[in-house]
């Protein structure tokens, strides 16, 4: 039997989760899911840790985890490789390993106190969106064109993007950009792979906070604002390696 092509359902999967996809585009997803059990699990996880991330958010008050969660979770957070045919048995089962290691991210080390002005419950947050993200396009392998990028953040966040016209000196190649959902709204998703590790650059609309970097879930955290927009490069690499592609990356984006 062949399988649905479910590269034109990537960019609906989080407005539909969000309920903010118009009846047209729910009416394309639903079509879709009705003949793709993969997409139906997908659409599944995404809903089911949303809901558990706002659960958990106002909760979960550790500031430390033990050694052993700590290390089973970065053992956890890897990307894997993309499966070389979508169409097995590993790609049905990956919206639940997804789901899995959601879980553990989210319910056994989210471990900050979650009030809303912590610079770092914002990032762990992120950290959890850049490792589900990663994972999501591990099996769907979707790529989009710097055009598309600057394209997809005018249309869905009225903002002119100016990616580095060059990532290449930075050691990154650019994977594509999706909306994700924060604590309080959406942001926008910027994807790279530096050196083959997957590194993220989130854009959170009407906010500012200071220039910082904090390490969250395994990851290292570099933060900015421009103007009424602040940015968060994430990527599980030294601390000073994330510093530089911040460095890099602030120069164009505005």
């Known amino acids: 039997m062949t399988m649905p092509d479910c590269t034109p359902i990537d960019p609906l999967v989080t407005p539909y989760v969000d309920g903010e996809l118009p009846e047209a585009g729910r009416d394309v997803v639903d079509k879709h899911l009705r003949q793709c059990g993969a997409c139906r699990a997908r659409i599944g996880a995404e809903r089911s840790v949303r809901d558990l991330l706002h659960l958990k958010r106002s909760s979960l008050v550790s500031d430390r985890a033990s050694e052993i969660?700590?290390?089973?979770?970065v053992r956890t957070a890897r990307p894997v490789a993309p499966p070389a045919v979508v169409a097995s048995w590993r790609v049905r089962l990956a919206p639940f390993a997804m789901a899995a290691t959601l879980v553990l991210l989210v319910g056994g080390a989210f471990?900050?106190?979650a009030t809303q002005m912590s610079t770092r419950v914002m990032a762990a947050e992120l950290a959890a969106d850049h490792v589900k993200?990663?994972?999501?396009?591990?099996?769907?392998g979707t790529s989009h064109s710097h055009d598309d990028v600057e394209m997809a953040m005018a249309s869905g966040f009225d903002w002119e993007a100016r990616l580095p016209a060059h990532p290449e000196?930075?050691?990154?190649?650019?994977?594509?950009?999706?909306?994700?959902l924060y604590g309080q709204g959406r942001v926008a998703h910027i994807m790279y792979h530096h050196e083959g590790?997957?590194?993220?650059?989130?854009?959170?609309?009407?906010t500012t906070r200071a220039e910082e970097s904090v390490a969250v879930l395994g990851h290292e955290a570099a933060i900015w604002s421009e103007g009424e927009r602040t940015f968060v490069l994430i990527a599980r690499e030294?601390?000073?390696d994330v510093q530089r592609m911040a460095s890099f990356v602030h120069s164009s984006l505005r």
């Open 69 to 73: 969660l700590r290390a089973r979770l």
């Open 111 to 113: 471990l900050y106190q």
């Open 133 to 140: 993200c990663f994972l999501t396009n591990s099996v769907l």
């Open 169 to 180: 000196e930075a050691g990154l190649e650019l994977v594509g950009s999706r909306p994700c």
């Open 197 to 206: 590790r997957p590194v993220s650059v989130f854009m959170l609309p009407n």
């Open 238 to 240: 030294p601390r000073l």
